[in-house]
């Protein structure tokens, strides 16, 4: 059955919340975390529920409007996600076979992160030494600007997708941890990777389950 179009939210009014204990508990944490984009970081299909062109559905940018009106936003946790992840010094990448990748990246640099002190509570950020400078700025940032990993958006495999991944971090894919909402993906473990199938979009505790699945893969 073919999934439904979400309806999204236009602004983003959630209360700063706390970054998990995992994140700071001392043991290891995957050098690179990768995610699939359609019902993995945003609940559609860019290349079958939008339609260009693109603009900013509010001043926040925490959304974007397409030529017949819809509203298009990330899964709500997502902005937390990552600041978290990359705070954590986790290096962050894209793998999505859309048929519509310059939508897909188009969409990646008109949405905008919103300041880690919005989502992330101050008090639980201490001690994290990771991140880049505009992390701590205070300003908004375009979400693309967080995938420092790289991203390989089009139509292919996603073994195609963290060969390229690897290649180009030269991080081991034994390092990596894999978010989707597809089954048929699970051939990237063939590489060593660890992919974590997301039900219903990414969220603070499939990102837990998902590290503790990496952890648990490695004996720790």
């Given at each position: ?66 030529k017949i009106g819809e509203t298009f936003a990330f899964y ?99 390092e990596m941890l894999f978010f989707d909402d597809e ?38």
């Amino acid at each position: 059955m073919p999934k439904k179009l979400s309806k999204q939210p236009t602004l983003t009014g959630n209360t700063p919340g706390s970054l998990p204990s995992i994140l700071k508990d001392g043991l290891p944490l995957p050098r690179a975390i990768v995610f699939d984009l359609d019902y993995t970081l945003w609940p559609f299909w860019v290349d079958t529920h939008v339609y260009p062109p693109l603009r900013a559905a509010n001043p926040e940018r925490s959304a974007c409007v397409d030529k017949i009106g819809e509203t298009f936003a990330f899964y709500d946790d997502v902005p937390s996600v990552l600041h978290g992840l990359s705070l954590a010094g986790i290096k962050l990448g894209v793998a999505s076979r859309t048929h519509a990748p310059d939508l897909g990246r188009e969409m990646l640099k008109l949405l905008l992160v919103p300041p880690v002190t919005s989502v992330l509570e101050e008090s639980s950020l201490e001690g994290l030494a990771g991140g880049s400078k505009k992390d701590k700025a205070g300003k908004p940032r375009k979400a693309i600007e967080f995938f420092d990993a790289g991203l390989e958006i089009y139509p292919s495999s996603k073994i195609r997708h963290f060969e390229a991944l690897g290649k180009r971090t030269g991080i081991p894919y034994t390092e990596m941890l894999f978010f989707d909402d597809e089954s048929r993906n699970r051939d990237t473990e063939s590489l060593g990777v660890t992919m974590w199938l997301v039900r219903d979009g990414v969220t603070w505790n499939e990102v837990v389950d998902g590290i503790k699945e990496w952890r648990r893969r490695r004996g720790v």
